[in-house]
């Protein structure tokens, strides 16, 4: 039986909602713990996947349900290796260049990683290259806006402070796997001889 892709999408975007609600529920032996990490290595990766309070899972699953549906190409290994690759990277970063982080929950910044990767590698698509591009801006400017201003808002939605590296991480980490797939993508778009 031939399952339609936008079926498998929103099999795909329900598994991935269900997976993290799941996790929420004992959200303190999930999240990014700095002592615990290196001995509960499983840390490095579902940190991302909870989050501090059910709005603030809402937002980044709404966020998340978004993207496949935005972004026309991508498919859903490709975003299946995003969301299992950018959050270990994120934890690591957060490991050994912010040993100050003692703690943190939430899928944005893997969020922030996900749309700039695959936001670049859409650049290659002369139909869809000018949303990638404004997509990119967007995500500059809410960065900049993040790291002089602040993002007060958000955090009095979700109740609690916003961790702005996770996002610009996120955005770093998002960039050097598109630069790492692109040749890839390059050779999957070369016509068939």
């Not at 499983?42 to 989050?51: G, K, P, Q, S, Y």
């Not at 958000?154 to 598109?178: C, D, N, R």
Request: hydrophobic letters at 60%.
């Amino acid at each position: 039986m031939n399952v339609p892709y936008f079926v498998r999408k929103v099999l795909f975007i329900a598994g991935v909602a269900s997976i993290s609600a799941c996790l929420q529920i004992f959200a303190d032996y999930f999240i990014y713990w700095r002592p615990d990490l290196l001995e509960q290595f499983w840390r490095l990766w579902t940190a991302h996947w909870v989050h501090v309070g059910w709005i603030h899972y809402l937002l980044n699953m709404f966020a998340f349900a978004c993207f496949p549906f935005i972004f026309p190409h991508v498919r859903i290994w490709q975003l299946a290796a995003l969301l299992l690759v950018l959050p270990v990277c994120i934890s690591l970063s957060f490991y050994y260049a912010f040993p100050d982080i003692e703690a943190y929950a939430g899928l944005s910044g893997v969020l922030h990683g996900a749309y700039v990767a695959v936001a670049l590698v859409h650049l290659s698509y002369a139909h869809e290259r000018k949303f990638a591009a404004g997509v990119l801006g967007l995500i500059v400017l809410k960065l900049i806006w993040e790291n002089t201003i602040g993002n007060t808002s958000t955090a009095e939605l979700i109740g609690s402070p916003v961790l702005i590296e996770a996002h610009l991480l996120g955005a770093l980490w998002g960039m050097l796997l598109a630069a790492v797939y692109f040749p890839f993508h390059l050779q999957l778009l070369k016509p068939k001889s």
